[in-house]
T-cell receptor, first 114, second 114 residues
Framework: ETGVTQSPTHLIKTRGQQVTLRCSSQ?????VSWYQQALGQGPQFIFQ???????GRGNFPPRFSGLQFPNYSSELNVNALELDDSALYLC?????????????FGPGTRLTVL | DAKTTQPPSMDCAEGRAANLPCNHS???????VYWYRQIHSQGPQYIIH???NNETNEMASLIITEDRKSSTLILPHATLRDTAVYYC???????????????FGTGTRLQVTL
């Protein structure tokens, strides 16, 4: 069974640029959630995708957007990067079954905005 | 989702049991208790979850009080590799009309020492 994978591992961008982060779900999972973790803080929920539709969103501006593909892999796009977007971006996949939708996390992508 | 309260840090000697407490006095009847841990700069790792009965798996045991207002995660024989931040999260699983996000607090930093 393949776990959740994310790419790239590290990324450096400059303010105002755009970035795309990728996530491959664990085999058999149909739901993907994205989190942002700033240094020294717990992860914060960005949004969740289920069957290619956004299923819920946290307190993040519209310049944070996502996609989920038919194979349940996912992308997180961030436009007009700001310095405060520097963080560890985490993807978690789960199987949408009531009472048992445990989320499993990937290793994360470390984004640095200069 | 209900808020949780955890001590900011704890120490444990290697080989001894680590008992990590969590208060969730406002938990609702359909909310589960989840535990994750995060080793430095890695993605959170799922440990265990439960509703009202005590649970045990290969990693840990979860003891939930009868009134469900608090719980304890037990690592029976802590090793240096268990040094991490441990997060206690209460949430309603998917299927109840809301995105099944995880709301992380600040967690407990467990330091296992020789």
């Amino acid at each position: 069974e393949t776990g959740v994978t994310q790419s790239p591992t590290h990324l450096i961008k400059t303010r105002g640029q755009q970035v795309t982060l990728r996530c491959s779900s664990q085999s058999g999972h149909n739901t993907v959630s994205w989190y942002q973790q700033a240094l020294g803080q717990g992860p914060q929920f960005i949004f969740q995708y289920y069957r290619e539709e956004e299923n819920g969103r946290g307190n993040f501006p519209p310049r944070f957007s996502g996609l989920q593909f038919p194979n349940y892999s996912s992308e997180l796009n961030v436009n007009a990067l700001e310095l405060d977007d520097s963080a560890l971006y985490l993807c978690a996949s789960s199987l949408d079954l009531q009472h048992t939708d445990t989320q499993y996390f990937g290793p994360g992508t470390r984004l640095t905005v200069l | 989702d209900a808020k949780t309260t955890q001590p900011p840090s704890m120490d444990c000697a290697e080989g001894r049991a680590a008992n990590l407490p969590c208060n969730h006095s406002t938990i609702s009847g359909n909310e589960y208790v989840y535990w994750y841990r995060q080793i430095h700069s890695q993605g959170p790792q799922y440990i265990i979850h439960g509703l009202k009965n005590n649970e045990t798996n290969e990693m840990a045991s979860l003891i939930i009080t009868e009134d469900r207002k608090s719980s304890t995660l037990i690592l029976p024989h802590a090793t240096l590799r268990d040094t991490a931040v441990y997060y206690c999260i209460v949430r309603v699983p998917r299927g109840t009309g809301t995105a099944s996000k995880l709301t992380f607090g600040t967690g407990t930093r467990l330091q296992v020492t020789l």
